[in-house]
């Protein structure tokens, strides 16, 4: 008899266990966060390569010398060749016998990229300026501000999920999200122009208002596409300018933006490095029942950041 009620006391233990394992019993601790995006704010890094140039080189060609940028590409979107273009400040081209002031990367930096968990760094390469050497003969010491600035075509994207269903005022039992959320979840891939500040809110019975920032997150300055081609010079008045599209992969639905004219794509001027947009979706074509579906933000500018060195000149003797 004892031995009955022990097996089966053992037979209860494990039926108890195996519905915790299969998940009828309580949970406890955090469920993963799978991401989509590496992320970041940074699409390139760039630096004066080592001792190219020197701190201090000598006067009248007693010594040359080469100008070198590592670039690398940190973020997630691949810069195509002749993408990158890189230009020279600060010293007179002449005095120096430099062979162009501007050059363009020769090979694509691919973006950091993402399988799973495991994360491939992005491309890197080296931009020379070719040889220099000073060539007047100054009596004494004189120092140049030697700048390089960078130009290159960049995207970022972002993805968010917001709630939808044909009447947006009519409540249900059945809801499984809500038509009116501040906070909508976003996630933005690596690069310096970010999508945040995502927003839905019922506008009547068959329109939802979408509420986004366009934000940029780098110290560098942001141009619409196709602004630099040659050199990365001027262009002061097209600057803090984005070229933003906003669509459902699979064409669920139309967006329309006012910035945009009532288009889903346009370019929105930057104040203060952020510009709030505002776009209506229309469902009244769309089911009964309330669901999730997808919003896909694309940013696409050319983004302009520099270095800077101090170059020292030597009398020879």
Same mark, same amino acid.
């Given at each position: 008899?004892?031995?009955?009620? /022990?097996?089966?006391?053992?037979? @209860?233990?494990?039926?108890?266990? %195996?519905?915790?394992?299969?998940?009828?019993?309580?949970?406890?601790? &955090?469920?993963?966060?799978?991401?989509?995006?590496? %992320?970041?704010?940074?699409?390139?890094?760039?630096?004066?390569?080592?001792? $190219?140039?020197? #701190?201090?080189? /000598?006067?009248?060609?007693?010594?040359?010398?080469?100008?070198?940028?590592?670039?690398?590409?940190?973020? $997630?979107?691949?810069?195509?060749?002749? !993408? /990158?273009?890189?230009?020279?400040?600060?010293?007179?081209?002449?005095?120096?016998?430099?062979? @162009?002031?501007?050059?363009?990367?020769?090979?694509?930096?691919?973006?950091?990229?993402?399988?799973?968990?495991?994360?491939?760094?992005?491309?890197?390469?080296?931009?020379?300026?070719?040889?220099?050497?000073?060539?007047?003969?100054?009596?004494?010491?004189?120092?140049?501000?030697?700048? &390089?600035?960078?130009?290159?075509?960049?995207?970022?994207?972002?993805?968010?999920?917001?709630?939808?269903?044909? #009447?947006?005022?009519?409540?249900?039992?059945?809801?499984?999200?809500?038509?009116?959320?501040?906070?909508?979840?976003?996630? #933005?891939?690596?690069?310096?122009?970010?999508?945040?500040?995502?927003r839905q809110n019922s506008a009547g019975n068959n329109r939802i208002k979408i509420s986004f920032k366009v934000v940029d997150?780098?110290?560098?300055?942001?141009? $619409?596409?196709? &602004?630099?081609?040659?050199?990365?010079? %001027?262009?002061?008045?097209?600057?803090?300018?984005?070229?933003? &599209?906003?669509?459902?992969?699979? #064409?669920?639905?139309?967006?329309?933006? +006012?910035?945009? =004219? =009532?288009?889903?794509?346009?370019?929105? !001027?930057?104040?203060?490095? $952020?510009?709030?947009?505002?776009?209506?979706?229309?469902?009244? @074509?769309?089911?009964?029942?309330?669901? !999730?579906?997808?919003?896909?933000? +694309?940013?696409?500018?050319?983004?302009?950041?520099?270095?800077? +060195?101090?170059?020292?000149?030597?009398?020879?003797?």
């Open positions: 008899m004892k031995r009955g009620i /022990l097996v089966i006391l053992l037979i @209860s233990v494990v039926l108890i266990s %195996g519905c915790k394992d299969f998940g009828f019993g309580k949970k406890t601790g &955090t469920q993963p966060q799978h991401q989509t995006f590496v %992320g970041g704010t940074k699409g390139v890094e760039i630096a004066f390569a080592q001792e $190219e140039p020197p #701190n201090i080189i /000598l006067d009248n060609g007693q010594e040359t010398f080469f100008i070198t940028l590592l670039i690398r590409n940190v973020g $997630e979107f691949n810069i195509l060749s002749g !993408k /990158l273009i890189a230009s020279l400040s600060g010293i007179p081209q002449s005095s120096f016998g430099i062979r @162009s002031m501007n050059i363009v990367n020769s090979f694509e930096l691919i973006g950091v990229s993402k399988d799973r968990e495991f994360v491939t760094p992005g491309g890197e390469d080296l931009l020379e300026f070719g040889e220099a050497s000073y060539k007047p003969d100054v009596p004494g010491t004189i120092s140049f501000p030697l700048r &390089t600035d960078i130009c290159y075509t960049y995207q970022n994207k972002a993805v968010s999920s917001i709630c939808l269903k044909k #009447n947006v005022l009519k409540k249900s039992f059945a809801d499984v999200c809500e038509m009116n959320n501040n906070n909508v979840a976003v996630e #933005n891939s690596g690069g310096p122009i970010h999508i945040t500040n995502v997150k780098d110290v560098g300055t942001v141009f $619409e596409p196709g &602004t630099f081609s040659n050199a990365c010079v %001027g262009h002061e008045d097209d600057k803090d300018r984005v070229k933003v &599209t906003i669509t459902n992969p699979q #064409n669920n639905f139309n967006i329309e933006c +006012t910035q945009f =004219g =009532g288009g889903n794509s346009g370019t929105v !001027k930057l104040i203060n490095n $952020e510009k709030d947009v505002n776009c209506l979706i229309n469902t009244a @074509s769309l089911q009964e029942v309330s669901y !999730k579906d997808i919003l896909l933000f +694309t940013a696409d500018y050319q983004y302009r950041q520099a270095v800077t +060195t101090t170059l020292v000149v030597e009398n020879a003797g």
